[in-house]
């Protein structure tokens, strides 16, 4: 029997997503989830948001899939990249022994050492949206996200409200709930923005019994959606590939989730009363608490040692990295760059020519701005001052008319 009513192709699906430190099994937890909602009598797509590209590995039993990153660089050397089709970057798979049908996409991200990880996830969605995401007859799709929210990239779905609602994974260890409490506050500052996105609660992997995730969660006014316990032989089967739900205790904790999730039935989060703590009041979860010091400072005699003084370095500068300082950026672009970065103080992470758009820009990770030409740029500029000074929340402008500018 169907977990419930099935949804019509014309809705939308239900977007998750799963956040939490690295290592702590956020793909085991998200491909044996995507695995029983399948099985439940839904079409589900899992979607892996790491460079390591790693999330389906399991799901397709130990295939590693082509990446939407590294797919589209290939057709665009080849000078085929708008023949990339939703077949390229897609894909689907039976569990089970033919029991469900699942999909599974590797966003995928730079080649390693050579660009940013979050500016490849905020291509990954531009892409996936050209293609029709938000109208596709799924029921869920669900994010497996890298580790820490650090940049405006990895935090997509909670800058422009793609996920729903968010599951953090953590352990009881201190890392871990370090990065769930920075998580929670990314999550709480875009909801008090205006976004849409809320927390479920948590998710403790490889739990201990020590409790110490659960004081946690009270503290910070999130629930405990799910204990799974240490296992070896769980272990042994996701390193080998294989999904943890053929284990019947397994199996009876991701069918518990799972209806929770369907049936709405997980316990309500109000985001504007979740508490993220402060670096004392987390110490304390742990027993600990940060001594009244203040750090002593090295002078550069220590530094430098017998070497004595030398010449003075360069000043290393952030902003000197900035995509308008490319040494193959036509001046059009760069001028555009430069005013934006000066005028507004908005930060270029990405920049494109379309052939239908013209300049397309994205800034500080989420936000598109498509430009068209340098044409009438102080006009241009001066909308999105407005736009800035108005407070409100957009993540797509486009200023090809500006006599009248789009944004939303």
Known sequence: MPARAKQTSSANARMLAVYGKGGM????????????LALLDNRVLQLGCDPKHDSCNALFGGVSLPTLGDTWREMKEAGREDDLQIEHVI??????????????????????????????????????????????????????FLGDVVCGGFATPLARSLAEEVIILCGNDRQSLYAANNIARAAQYFASMGGRTRLLGLVINRDDGSGVAERFAEQVGLPVLQKIPLSRKIRELADACQLALVDEEFNALFEGLAQGIIQGTTPPVDMSQVRPLEYRAFLEVFGASEPDITPQGANADELFGTKGLIKPMPMISLQEAHVGDKPDMDPPTRQVVARLLKDLGLYVTEANCDPKKGLTLTVDGNTTICFGSESELDSKIAILAALQKSGEVFHYVDLRRPASPLYR
């Open 91 to 144: 894909f689907k798979t039976t569990i089970l022994d033919g029991k469900a049908t699942v999909y599974g996409c590797e966003i995928g991200g730079p080649e390693v050492g050579r660009g940013c990880g979050g500016r490849g996830i905020t291509f990954g969605f531009d892409t996936l949206e050209k293609f029709g995401l938000s109208q596709w007859s799924l029921d869920y799709v669900v994010m497996d």
């Open 25 to 36: 099994g956020k793909s085991f937890f998200t491909t044996n989830l995507v695995s029983k």
